[in-house]
Structure formats: structure tokens, C-alpha cells
């Protein structure tokens, strides 16, 4: 599923508590799956959507002003709107094993997602992810170890990802950074779903055409600092200056570009005397910077892919393909 010979630069798994699980479907008409990030009971969430074309689901529930803060999983998926459907599948998990916000008789899982358009890469326009692909997802997450290395590449959402307006294959990639001081103990990483209109951004390398497909990027961050939603939202809004680093173009109207941040509260984030808003700005950028490389990440993990309808190869650097 991914490239051997790409180094990898920490994962998501980082963050203790973090889970990953990944479903898909390759071949027959399919290239397409989901990703689920499964956080530990009571992390708090939220979200930044800068693309002109998103397709999300109860990302107005991660405002700061609204009445939940607990996030019970995110959902990255594939199948454009359509694949939101995956979403009831995690739902159904997190229900069948009492996560979600406590009502009269049960629970309500908070389970945002968001897609990627990759609708017909694989010959078939009507196969894309579903409630049964969702539930899968999340069980693979849940059935994973503490700490476990993260599958890249042509994995998950990232199944039929592509980059550069459809030309080359995008996948899954994922990354992490450690804060420094007194705040070593904090970590803070990032997966990606890597779909973009845009390449990587290279001085004097010119934009790609726009082209006929839609597109978008997709990013979870992770922290064990204890932040409250509106630092979790910032934290995403901080976390975009990543993606531009990353890609260029982005944020564009064929974009969906969104960023989710989960912040577990394990650990106090200590701020110095002098300049108490010190430790945050770090944590903020570490968050941009973990984006980055997971962006790349993804990018490099990615291996060539052909179906009835396109073959896209894996992208490669000037350098690369001398």
C-alpha cells in the first residue's frame, strides 16, 4: 500500500490515546475508502474549513459557542457528499460501545467527517463508501494498539486521492512534532488525506491548470495538551499555514480544504511568566508544521495506480526522476 523507500516522520499514534483504522475497496469499478481517528473518551474537538467546496457533516457542532465540546471520532472519507454516509457506520460503533454525549436513554455520538471527491476514479460511479465501510473503519481503530504505526499511502480516504487537478496519485500520510522545554512532554501530530488541486510547493514552479476534477485535502491534528475548543479551533486556523506550505494552490473553490484539532487534555501546557501566550504560539506551530510533513508524507507514500478510467502515477520531484 505504501512506498518502502520514503522516510517516515513520526505519526498521529504519537499522541497517546490516538487511534487510526482505515477501510477501502481497490479494483472491480472501487477506488475509494475511509479513515477514522479515534480519539480517547472526553477529547475535545474542532475544526477550520477554508476550501471553496467542502463536503462535511456536524462540523457546526465543533463551534466553541455550541453546547458539546467532546469529539467521539473523525471520519475522512472518500465518495465526495455520498461517503458522508460512512459517518452513521462510526456512529453505530461508538453507540454499540457506549461513546457519545449522555441523553435520556442512550448516547449521541459527535462524529464529524469530511470528504474527498473521488468519485468514478475506479470505473464506477455509484462505488463509494458506505455506513458498512464506516463501521469497518472504526473497528480497525479500535482494534488497534496503543501507539501503532499508521498504514500510508493508497489507504483509507486515501484510496483514490490524486494531486496536481487529477494528474498524480495523492494518498494518506501522517507526521508528529514534539514541543521543546518544559513543554517536551507534549506532542502534537497530524494525518492527511491528500486529494489536492495543487502540488507541492517548489520556488518558481508554477500552479497547476485547474483541470475537470474537485478536489480537496483533508487533516486531523492531535494533541495531549489540554485545550479548551476555541484553542482547538485556533489551533486548526494556525494549523492551515501548513498546507499552504505544503501545496500551492490551496484553499481554492475546487478545494475542501479542512482541518479538524483533538486535543485530549493529558497534559497541562506550561506557559512561562514572561510571556504566558509563549507556549501556545509553540503548540500552534508545531500543529503547522506537523501538517506539513504529513501533507508530504502522503504524498510520498502514494504508489501509482491504473483503472479503466486513468492511470496516475506517484510524483516525483525534478530531482526524483533524474
Known amino acids: 500500500m505504501a512506498r518502502t523507500d520514503s522516510p517516515t516522520t513520526g505519526a498521529i499514534t504519537d499522541v497517546p490515546g490516538i487511534r487510526v483504522g482505515h477501510a477501502q475497496r481497490i479494483g472491480h469499478g472501487w477506488l475509494t475508502g475511509v479513515s477514522v481517528v479515534l480519539p480517547p473518551p472526553g477529547t475535545i474537538g474542532s475544526v477550520d474549513v477554508r476550501g471553496g467546496g467542502p463536503g462535511t457533516h456536524e462540523t457546526d457542532a465543533l463551534d466553541p459557542t455550541t453546547l458539546v465540546s467532546t469529539v467521539d471520532a473523525v471520519v475522512l472519507t472518500g465518495g465526495s457528499a455520498y461517503g458522508l454516509a460512512s459517518a452513521a457506520g462510526v456512529q453505530r460503533w461508538c453507540e454499540e460501545n457506549g461513546r457519545g454525549f449522555p441523553v435520556p436513554g442512550g448516547v449521541v455520538p459527535i462524529v464529524p467527517a469530511a470528504a474527498i471527491f473521488d468519485l468514478g476514479r475506479g470505473g464506477d460511479f455509484s462505488a463509494r463508501p458506505d455506513a458498512d465501510m464506516g463501521y469497518q473503519a472504526a473497528l480497525a481503530a479500535a482494534n488497534s494498539s496503543e501507539g501503532a504505526d ?14 496536481g487537478a487529477g494528474t498524480f496519485k495523492g494518498g494518506v500520510g501522517t507526521a508528529s512534532v514534539q514541543l521543546s522545554g518544559e513543554n517536551v512532554h507534549i506532542v502534537v501530530g497530524a494525518l492527511a488525506v491528500v486529494n489536492a488541486a495543487g502540488l507541492p510547493w517548489q520556488p518558481g514552479r508554477a500552479a497547476p491548470a485547474a483541470g475537470e476534477g ?61 510571556l504566558p501566550i509563549a507556549a501556545m504560539i509553540e503548540l500552534q506551530s508545531a500543529a503547522a508544521e ?26 516525483r520531484t525534478p530531482q526524483e526522476s533524474i
Not at 499508521?150 to 494531486?163: F, L, M, P, T
Not at 483533508?218 to 484553542?231: C, D, F
Request: no cysteine; hydrophobic share 50%; aromatic share 2%.
Open 290 to 315: 506537523a501538517v506539513r510533513l504529513a501533507i508530504g508524507d502522503g504524498i510520498a507514500q502514494a504508489t501509482q495506480v491504473s483503472t479503466p478510467v486513468q492511470t496516475w502515477p506517484e510524483f
Open 214 to 274: 474537485l478536489n480537496t485535502t483533508l487533516v486531523v491534528v492531535a494533541t495531549n495538551a489540554q485545550l479548551t475548543v476555541a484553542q482547538a479551533k485556533r489551533t486548526s486556523t494556525a494549523a492551515h499555514a501548513g498546507m499552504a506550505r505544503a501545496l500551492n494552490p490551496v484553499h481554492t473553490m475546487a478545494d475542501g480544504d479542512t482541518i479538524f484539532t483533538l486535543a485530549t487534555g493529558a497534559q497541562t501546557l506550561i506557559s512561562s511568566v514572561e
Open 150 to 163: 499508521v498504514d500510508r499511502g493508497n489507504v483509507g480516504a486515501g484510496a483514490g486521492a490524486a494531486i
